[in-house]
Structure formats: structure tokens, C-alpha cells
């Protein structure tokens, strides 16, 4: 039947389809609104009872109870969540940045900062990234467990001299130091070809602790310079800084002589690759380690954006206690185990 109306009808049942999948995030994400600031008024209606009459937690297993007995189809009024209601109020006492901030997520992303996140200047900003970068709950665990907030922009670059002051701003938060690499495992002495090819193996985890924006776009990428080959280790896209970032891998110490190398493959890729609307070419070498005063040294005169950074791989285990943890199998039997219990609490 559409192929017979045509092509304008195809055009139009596919606006409207974008049209009411629009309508629904937007309904969804109201929802998820009134639902919080709906925890938000209970756990601060809890807090002022219990401050002004004296109640004692008591109270929080006799609310449960009474509220589940007047909304049985409604889940979220266990005795759990209600002390999570409790201590969302509490570490927000300002019913604005709940507003503006909190009620923008979901209740268990919430959760979760209340949880692991103690520090309010940290918190708020895990809260603005995941509104930001719309990361899931498991990736906001992934995150704050890998202390993201403590990596980003900690890169040691020379941008200021080479960037555009909004450009420099922006690709320096973008790269973090260290790097995390808990997803491989490799013995300490691994070539550079081995890291290489464990971190396309694991693309979808190494593009997470990238972060948001990067697209891959190739590796052992050829360039023809002079009639002459050259391989570049990891080349990708930043769709946001709207640029190529060049990615160089080694497995030891940072020497002087990986900024000038890759002084010459950033070049090579803004002659032979870049479009004209795209901003400059960015370079990132990655290090086992580094001396913060080398590479400052090393970086300083160049010419072309750079930034060091080093990662960090998952630490072998000792022979002695491999046998005695549980398998992945077992953790995710464990976590499901864990999720159903929860669910029918709730």
C-alpha cells in the first residue's frame, strides 16, 4: 500500500514516526520529573517530622507499610527507598538544583550518586555529564568507580599554544590521565602491537573510557609520505571537537622523541586527510608512564597540538587466589539474584 502512494507518503509516515518517538521521550522524561521531586517532597515531609516531632526510623518501616496498603499497584514506598527519599532530601536541601539537576535523571541514577558520590562539587558534576552524555546507570557506576572525575583533562598537552582558546578548552577535558584499561589483560611485558590489538578486540569498552564523541576510524592506518609508508597505531574522529585525533600506543616510559614523531603524523594527517571546515588535528600518545617535566620539556616548542597521557592495566592476580574468586558467571548469577530481590521489595 505505501509503495503505491509513493515516496511523499514514505516521507510522511516517517515525520510522524520521529514526531511521536520525540513525544515519548518528552512524556517519559516529565514522568521521571514529577517522580522525583514526588521523592524529593516525601523525604524532606520525613525529615521535618522527624526533626520537629521526634519520630524515630521506626517511622520509615510503619510509612512503608501504610503506603503500600493504599497504592498496592504502585512500587517505589519499600522501606529502602523511602530512607533513599530521606537522604535525597537531605543532600539536597534546595528544591531548585533538584529542578535543575537531579529530577533530570533517573530516580536510580540518583540512587547511585547518593551512594557512592559523597563530595557535592564531585556529585554535581557527575549529575551535569549524565544529563550531558545520557549515560546509563551502569555506565554511571562504570564512571564514578574509575574516578572519572579525577582523570578528565588531566592530559599533559601544549593546546594553549596551539589551540584556539574554546578549542584548547574543550579538547583538554576531553583527555584524561590515566587511562583505564581494567578490561585487558595482559602481562606486564606486552608489545605495543599486543596492546594494540587487545584494545580493538575490546573497541566498544575502549571507545567508553574514551568518552563520548570519538569514532573510530581506523588502525594501523596508512599514510603515503614523500613515497614513503608511515602506519598510524589508532586513528579516529571527535565528532564534537570536529577534528582527527591520532592515537600512538607504547608500552614504556615516555621519551622525548614520541612528541617529534608525532609532531610529523598530525601534520601528515591534516595535509592528507583533513576537510577544510575541520579543526586541526590533535595527537595523543599514551604511555605505560611518565616524567611530568620531560614531557613538558618535550611539547613545549611544537607546533602542532599534543597531549601525553598514561593508562593503566588490570593488575594480574597472584597464582595463589585465581581459583578462589568467583567466575563471571557466578557475579552475574549473583547480580540477577540480587536485582529480583530488589524488584519485589520495591
Known amino acids: ?198 584494545l580493538l578486540e575490546h573497541i566498544r569498552d575502549f571507545l567508553l573510557e574514551l568518552g563520548v564523541g570519538f569514532a573510530f576510524v581506523g588502525s594501523q592506518y596508512h599514510l603515503e609520505v614523500g613515497g614513503e609508508d608511515f602506519y598510524l597505531d589508532l586513528l579516529f574522529y571527535h565528532l564534537r571537537l570536529r577534528c582527527f585525533v591520532v592515537i600512538d600506543l607504547k608500552v614504556g616510559e615516555f621519551k622525548p622523541e614520541f612528541s617529534g614523531k608525532m609532531n610529523f603524523y598530525v601534520s601528515a594527517v591534516d595535509d592528507l586527510l583533513r576537510h577544510p571546515l575541520d579543526q586541526p588535528s590533535i595527537g595523543l600518545i599514551l604511555c605505560k608512564t611518565q616524567n611530568q617535566t620531560i614531557v613538558e620539556y618535550a611539547l613545549r616548542d611544537l607546533n602542532k597540538p599534543i597531549g601525553v597521557s598514561t593508562y593503566q592495566l588490570r593488575q594480574a592476580l597472584p597464582e595463589h587466589l585465581q581459583g578462589s574468586l568467583p567466575t563471571i558467571e557466578q557475579l552475574e548469577a549473583e547480580l540477577e539474584t540480587l536485582s529480583l530481590e530488589i524488584s519485589e521489595e520495591e
Open 1 to 198: 500500500m505505501a509503495s503505491e502512494l509513493g515516496e511523499g507518503y514514505d516521507n510522511f509516515l516517517r515525520e510522524l514516526k520521529e514526531r511521536i518517538r520525540t513525544a515519548q521521550v518528552r512524556a517519559a522524561l516529565a514522568v521521571n520529573r514529577e517522580l522525583v521531586l514526588l521523592y524529593w517532597q516525601i523525604g524532606r515531609e520525613i525529615l521535618t517530622r522527624q526533626q520537629q516531632q521526634g519520630w524515630g526510623t521506626k517511622i520509615i518501616a510503619r510509612l512503608a507499610t501504610d503506603l503500600r496498603s493504599a497504592f498496592p499497584d504502585l512500587k517505589g514506598f519499600s522501606s529502602r527507598n523511602l530512607k533513599y527519599m530521606r537522604k535525597f532530601a537531605e543532600t539536597y536541601p534546595d528544591e531548585q538544583i533538584v529542578q535543575q539537576l537531579a529530577a533530570q535523571i533517573p530516580w536510580f541514577h540518583n540512587c547511585v550518586l547518593l551512594d557512592k558520590v559523597k563530595d557535592s562539587t564531585e556529585r554535581e558534576w557527575y549529575l551535569h555529564k549524565t544529563i550531558e552524555q545520557g549515560w546509563s546507570r551502569n555506565v554511571l557506576v562504570h564512571q564514578i568507580e574509575s574516578q572519572l572525575y579525577h582523570r578528565q583533562g588531566k592530559a599533559i598537552t601544549n593546546f594553549e599554544q596551539t589551540l584556539p582558546p574554546v578549542q584548547s578548552d574543550l579538547a583538554q577535558q576531553i583527555l584524561k590521565d590515566p587511562y583505564n584499561f581494567d578490561f585487558l589483560s595482559l602481562a606486564e611485558e606486552a608489545q605495543e602491537r599486543e596492546l594494540e590489538k587487545a
